[in-house]
């Protein structure tokens, strides 16, 4: 009788800690399309700067974004320390011609993982969100 309450409390209390340490999915964006042809002012405005700028020639430049998971949810509670999980991320990827986005790739790290990490990076750039 005694185990068989000790598992169900291990079952109840794992599941509760798993719901906390997962991190809430912000609704997903329909594509990036929505940032081709908008210029590089306008982006820069509702994605803040970006983690690298690339000169390719004279009207061709890239911008690399980077965003991370937090380290909190990447970490696992195990009795009374965390040990530390898989590390998460997006790179964003903008091709800029003449000043105005002509291409937008998604890099999840690791690669083939599904996360909207990079969605985030450009949330406030969503007309009428």
């Not at 000790?6 to 599941?15: M, P, T």
């Not at 908008?38 to 405005?45: D, F, H, V, W």
Request: charge should be negative; aromatic fraction near 6%; charged fraction near 15%.
């Amino acid at each position: 009788m005694i185990t068989i309450l000790f598992l169900g409390l291990i079952v109840a209390s794992g599941g509760f800690l798993s719901s906390c340490t997962g991190q809430p999915l912000a609704p997903p964006l329909e594509h990036p399309h929505f940032l081709l042809n908008m210029p590089k002012a306008t982006l820069l405005n509702c994605a803040d700067m970006p983690s690298q700028e690339i000169t390719v020639s004279a009207h061709v430049k890239q911008l690399k974004y980077y965003r991370e998971q937090s380290m909190l949810n990447e970490s696992l509670i195990v009795s009374k320390s965390s040990t530390p999980g898989r590390h998460h991320g997006c790179w964003a990827r903008i091709l800029l011609e003449d000043d105005k986005v002509t291409g937008v790739e998604y890099l999840p790290v690791p690669e083939g993982s599904t996360n909207n990490l990079c969605e985030e990076i450009f949330t406030d750039c969503v007309p009428n969100r």
